[in-house]
């Protein structure tokens, strides 16, 4: 892999949220036991330490919805189910950053409303004016959430690594197909390499 620059560098965590990541989330059923089973939280904490550490940015993307969902387009069956199971409003702890993937103070909370975190947001305008040049991705899923923010940081202009095991999907088959995937657009590393 190569040397990562970490004074312009930004570790993004995608969907640290109970409702994606916790067996209650409206979205639990489908990654919290992949999330457990894997360790991927603790490693994405490591990651984000390592950055800290070494002078790098780190930002974590949130999914919340005003009360009566004014906000939310339901154009796909998961965004009609947040919905109807009156979920990501923004003042729901549900919606918070988890513990488990250690936010500190100076870390960056960007909150949108669509699957990529760039979409309707100042993730790129809080980048750019860091100077960062690479975007280190953890989060979940691979194949929804990390994959849309990952292209997009791509047309972006940014340099991406994927953090393999700081990462999950619903399955250990979509995970790795979108690693392969995610692997023609920048470099996959592990926990262990970055931090």
């Known amino acids: ?20 990541v916790s067996p209650d989330g409206v979205f639990g ?15 994405a904490a490591r990651v984000a330490a390592a950055a800290r550490a070494a002078g790098g940015l780190v930002v974590f993307t ?11 387009i339901t154009n796909t069956p998961s965004f009609a189910m947040i919905a109807e199971r009156g979920a990501f409003l923004e003042d729901d ?7 488990e993937v250690g936010r500190q ?6 909150t949108g409303t669509r699957l990529g975190g760039f979409s309707g947001t100042e993730l790129d305008l809080i ?4 100077g960062v040049r690479t975007v280190v991705f953890t ?13 997009q940081a791509v047309d972006n202009g940014y340099r991406i690594v994927t953090v393999s095991d700081a990462c999950t999907a619903a399955t250990d088959e979509l995970h790795e197909a979108y690693l392969s995937t995610l692997g023609q657009l920048g470099e ?8």
């Open 93 to 99: 702890p549900k919606t918070r950053i988890v513990d």
């Open 139 to 151: 989060g979940v899923a691979t194949n929804l959430a990390v994959a849309a923010t990952a292209y």
């Open 105 to 110: 103070p100076g870390d960056v909370v960007v």
């Open 62 to 72: 949130r999914v919340a919805y005003r009360p009566g969902y004014p906000d939310l």
């Open 127 to 130: 980048l750019r004016g860091r």
């Open 1 to 20: 892999m190569q040397r990562i620059d970490w004074e312009h560098t930004a570790v993004v965590g995608v969907h640290w949220q109970p409702e994606v």
């Open 29 to 43: 059923p489908f990654f919290a036991d992949q999330v457990a089973r894997h360790g991927v939280a603790a490693n």
């Open 188 to 195: 996959i590393a592990t926990t262990g390499e970055i931090a």
